[in-house]
């Protein structure tokens, strides 16, 4: 049976020219940046190229990209890091949201343990953060706002704009967690007020264990990893050429007509889905304001896991919310963000795509998907 | 995914699904755990247990243990039913990951909860 793989919001396939870019740089041109002699040179042009291309991407200077081993490092950085540096004067309030990744989410709370006072947003049934809310929120102890930019489970996207001339107009720390976003909504720094982006390649087909930091010059943070002194000393650690090769090449092939693609075959899924089974809602926004590769629906009277289970045995891997959750039970914040019961969140697929997938790919589900609610809704106590 | 051939064989194919119209005894558990939900219905004669199907909103885990356990218990006498406890199910569910072990205790106490119905209808 051919596979078909729609959980690409957890992670995406390694694209081809990527491989081909990262390989000399395991055993050909394998130095260490720091070193001195020509194998440490050229690691250390290949690494300030891949910087150049990455800044240029978001409208950055080459000099505030910081990187990192991947999105989840970058968050805590942030969340940590700004806290700590600029707890002085009285500043001890950091605001975010509820349906943040569980980095920043987890950070948070340890930050709640030390002191801090986090406010945690709420957000409308779509998911989006009012920036009003932002605006009220913020006292003259806050120092950080975060705000995740494209949702990993229903796929709403931020009005940065908005929330970053509010935090900027109040004197606050904006920093927006991108990995899902990014190369997929434009974000530019000239143009939107913003202090800090997470960035990460294995959502845009690199490698895993790599990302990025942006920081704003002027943003005072504490650096999370010491060390030898690497990313200008706030993030100690030789640096992982390969990975930071392969995340350059990543950003460069990532094109317009890819996510065009992705944006047909998802509203081809939705609407297939929508019109062919009853009792099925569409979690997260409708259009633009949603990632062009995220399809999460709800399929009342069924359980996720168990869809889930039975697209598995047809070979169609897909995910009951973020990969994360699989360690739980409890169910997904995010939806309960959104107004949806316990029940109602255990019913909720997530579909991811990628440049990879396929018309072919989406009809065959929509075939295969209709029969499998039917039959889990006759098992199901809810009819 | 994280289930044996033998049990992804058993939620593809699950047995004793659905309702019974003319069941003397049935029973709907909330799990405490997870908040999924079983019914059981039980068709009860010569206190031997004739008929029984399930429903459940529940995970891949609870479809297999509803129809291992009311395979299992099909035909049998209730006295003997009522002695099943975790540990033969389990031993039949042999590779279910610890996290699901309350799916089977969900299949169970459901099992059990249909059994007391039973006893207090024909006690009165
Ligand atoms: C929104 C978001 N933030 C952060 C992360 C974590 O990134 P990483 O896996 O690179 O640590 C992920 C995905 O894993 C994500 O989807
Ligand atoms: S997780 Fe709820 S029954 Fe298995």
Known sequence: MKKIYLDNAATTAVDESVIKAMVPYFNEKYGNASSQHLFGQEAKRAMEESRVIIAKAIGARYDEIYFTSGGTEANNWVIKEIGFANQANDKNHIITTKIEHDCVLNSCNLMEKLGFNVTYLDVDKQGFVNPKDVENAITDKTLLVSVIHGNNEIGTIQDLQSIGRICKEKGVYFHTDACQSFTKVKINVKKIPIDLITLNAHKIHGPKGIGALYIRKGTKIGALLHGGGHEQGLRSGTENIPGIIGFARAVKIANFRDIKKMQELRDKLINGILKSIPDAKLNGPKGNKRLCNNINILFKGVEAEAIGGYLDAKAICSSTGSACSSHTLDPSHVLIAIGLSPEQANSSIRLSLSKFNTKEEINYILKILPKIIKKLRKISVFR | ?124
């Open chain 2, 1 to 124: 995914m994280t289930y044996s051939k033998k049990l992804i064989k058993i939620f593809e194919n699950p047995k004793n699904v659905g309702e019974i119209k003319d069941a003397n005894a049935k029973a709907r558990v909330k799990s405490s755990i997870c908040g999924d939900i079983m019914d059981i219905y039980l068709k009860i004669g010569d206190n031997k247990i004739e008929d029984i199907k399930f429903q459940t909103f529940g995970c891949i885990a609870s479809i297999i243990s509803g129809s291992v356990l009311t395979e299992i218990v099909k035909g049998k006498k209730i006295n003997d039913v009522k002695k099943i406890n975790q540990k033969h199910i389990l031993r039949k569910l042999n590779g279910l990951p610890p996290i699901k072990f309350h799916c089977a205790d969900l299949a169970l106490s459901t099992l059990k909860k249909a059994i007391k119905d039973y006893e207090k209808k024909k006690g009165k």
